[in-house]
Antibody, heavy 113, light 107 residues
Framework: EVQLVESGGSLVQPGGSLKLSCVASGFTFSNYWMDWVRQTPGKSLEWIGEINTDGSKTNYAPSIKDRFTISRDNAKSTLYLQMSNVKSDDTAIYYC??????WGQGTLVTVSS | DIQMTQSPSSLPASLGDRVTITCRASQDIGNYLRWFQQKPGKSPRLMIYGATNLAAGVPSRFSGSRSGSDYSLTINSLESEDMAIYYCLQHNEYPRTFGGGTKLELK
């Protein structure tokens, strides 16, 4: 069974940093591109970015480019999202997905002073 | 960015109804269109991929279609478990973009 388990969400101050993790199981992690998607409270979904199988290529949404970095550790079957210089608009539930077919349960990030 | 204009934003319906939700793409996306269902407190669930293909485990009352730049999700004979928010996603170009969502609720 495919499982994606996110962690690392918390309360963070504006301008601060946070690193989210997503541990994958039930499939060969290194064979799949992976995505991060977020959902602001009561609102729609927003694609954040993706990473290829070996971590050498990433694509990002303009809204977070140069502030967020996606990486992966295939030996640990783990996907990461490094968030920097966070803003109040970054408050959301963050999901990792296997190219939007399988989704984790999400982790909540709240940006507030 | 490609805009996905989803309508309606809210759709009251009765059990047994046939309902249709539409997403209009601002540019050509081919058939790179997916539909998701999301229930309160849950993660999105893939329902349709490639505009018309039913994802694994999805009931056959769900179907997807395309007419030009308009993509539709149709649910035949609505059941109570179908009440949810539905989203479309284009993955033809970067950045990937979602529609604004359609809340399907009982009339």
């Amino acid at each position: 069974e495919v499982q994606l388990v996110e962690s690392g969400g918390s309360l963070v101050q504006p301008g601060g940093s946070l690193k989210l993790s997503c541990v994958a199981s039930g499939f060969t992690f290194s064979n799949y591109w992976m995505d991060w998607v977020r959902q602001t409270p009561g609102k729609s979904l927003e694609w954040i970015g993706e990473i290829n199988t070996d971590g050498s290529k990433t694509n990002y949404a303009p809204s977070i480019k140069d502030r967020f970095t996606i990486s992966r550790d295939n030996a640990k079957s783990t996907l990461y999202l490094q968030m920097s210089n966070v803003k109040s608009d970054d408050t959301a539930i963050y999901y990792c997905t296997r190219i939007s077919v399988y989704w984790g349960q999400g982790t909540l990030v709240t940006v507030s002073s | 960015d490609i805009q996905m204009t989803q309508s309606p934003s809210s759709l009251p319906a009765s059990l047994g109804d046939r309902v249709t939700i539409t997403c209009r793409a601002s540019q050509d996306i081919g058939n790179y269109l997916r539909w998701f269902q999301q229930k309160p407190g849950k993660s999105p669930r893939l329902m349709i991929y490639g505009a018309t293909n039913l994802a694994a485990g999805v009931p056959s009352r769900f179907s997807g279609s395309r007419s030009g730049s308009d993509y539709s999700l149709t649910i035949n004979s609505l059941e109570s478990e179908d009440m949810a928010i539905y989203y479309c996603l284009q993955h033809n170009e970067y950045p990937r973009t979602f529609g604004g969502g359609t809340k399907l609720e009982l009339k």
